[in-house]
């Protein structure tokens, strides 16, 4: 895509100009395929341009199941005042994963994820990725979600002293005291904005 610069800024269209080299990722989904993307998005993820579009966005994700399990999330939120954000764990082409600032805007409110555009934001710098096991990502998201420990362990199956002692462990391998001091040290966020699901083996 050749983006004249200099005849947009004497036509004072930036449109173009502007989602080419914003130094922010973008990228324009329809039903989560990803139609379009700029270059910051695709350098964000190690991939060319081309290698992304029309592609499924789950290849942008940890695991299928965790792209499945993110589906709904902000799709409320979406319809009711289109706007979105969250901060998720994605993965690059090398498979390193990261913490990311999702932001999204749909072009279709009734049907959210239909057409949409959303901005990406690498936040390796200020927050390193620490790994966690998949039951230890599966508590921190019910835990975002406002859960209890029974409720927790009545979803996942296990004994409500089980749950007690991850959450007991999550908060010693952060150095916390308690879910709000976890979740400032996962996303600097509130919990309603963290999106941590996993598959990853415990």
Known sequence: MEIRIDEAYETGDFAQLAYAFAPVGLVITE???????NAAFAEMFGYARDELQNQVFAMLYPSDEEFVNIRDRGVKQ???TNTYWDERIMAKKTGTLFWCRVRGHSFTPDKP??????????L????????LTRREREIISYLS?????????????????TVEVYRAKLLK?????????????????GSSHVVSRSTDQS
């Not at 979600?145 to 002293?161: F, M, V, W, Y």
């Not at 391998?173 to 966020?189: D, E, M, P, R």
């Open 173 to 189: 391998k952060f150095g916390v005291s308690n879910s709000s001091g976890l979740f400032q040290s996962l996303g600097g966020i």
């Open 124 to 131: 390796s710098e200020t927050r390193p990725y620490v790994p």
């Open 145 to 161: 979600d406002g859960l209890t420990s029974k409720e927790i362990a009545n979803k996942l199956e296990l004994s409500h002293r």
């Open 31 to 37: 039903n989560r395929v990803i139609r379009d993307c």
């Open 113 to 122: 994820l239909m057409r949409a555009v959303w901005s990406f934001a690498d």
């Open 78 to 80: 979406l319809r009711e």
